[in-house]
Each structure stands twice: as structure tokens, then as C-alpha cells.
């Protein structure tokens, strides 16, 4: 008779799906996880003047893919059709310029057809990036997701 109330049932799943699929060993199979898209998202909120950000990407970061921003409706987290106040946005990677003053509306999913405006950069895992946000206006929110490898 079978025990449905059995909580081991179920647990035999592998740990590494791939060695049952393809034969693939467990080090084939961590390499293959090491070249998966990341994603790390981050909210801020902007206040008058010029504000700056630096931002911490895993130690195992070795590609920049991209980013996209969604502005916020201040106070909240309900999302808006493009930013309202700030009206620059700069971009460093270790000493490299990599967006310079770029109007973040740019960078949204309003102006890219796909899920991230492409900036692929090397990665050290040892990083230095900093987002600056220029907004002459009122306290703005924004979140700002990072796709690497």
C-alpha cells in the first residue's frame, strides 16, 4: 500500500537535471548555469539635484548585457508611462563613461523593442559602478534593472 502522506516522495529529484537528459557531468553542468543571464534590479528614488548610486553586481559578474529603467509614480511602486522630472541619466564602469547625460526615457521599454537596451562591457567581479540621475524637478522614483552573466 502506498503512502500518500509520505513526504520523501518526490524528493529523488536529481541535482543536476542535465546529467539525466543529456549525460552531461556536474562540471559540464555548472558551466553551462555560469553562462545564464542574471538579473539585478534596484529602486531609487531621486531627489532634486544630482544623484548618484553605485551599484553592486555579484562577484561572479564577467559580462554587462544591458539595462532598463521603469519610472514609478512617486510614492509608490505602480509604474508610468515615462519619466516626468529627471532628465539625465550617466552610466560608469570603472573610470569608462559608458552613458553620458542620456534622457532615461531612452533606456525604458517605451524606445526598446526588447527586454534591455543592450551594453555589453567585460566584467571583473571587482567592479566600480556608479548610475548618476540628473532631476531638476520633484522627487522622482525609478527601479533600474542590470542584466549580466
Known sequence: MKKYNDITQGLNAP???GQQVKGMTIEQIRTLVKKQNRIKGYTFSVATGTNSFNLQLSGTAR??????????????SVAIQGFQDITGVSLKINNEIVIENVDPNFLGNFFNTDEYYY???????????????????????TSLAIYYI
Open 15 to 17: 541535482q543536476f537535471p
Open 63 to 76: 559580462v554587462l548585457l544591458g539595462l532598463s529603467f521603469i519610472p514609478r509614480k512617486a510614492g509608490s
Open 119 to 141: 551594453l555589453p562591457r567585460p566584467l571583473s567581479g571587482t567592479d566600480e559602478i556608479t548610475i548618476t540621475f540628473t532631476n531638476p524637478g520633484l522627487t522622482e522614483n
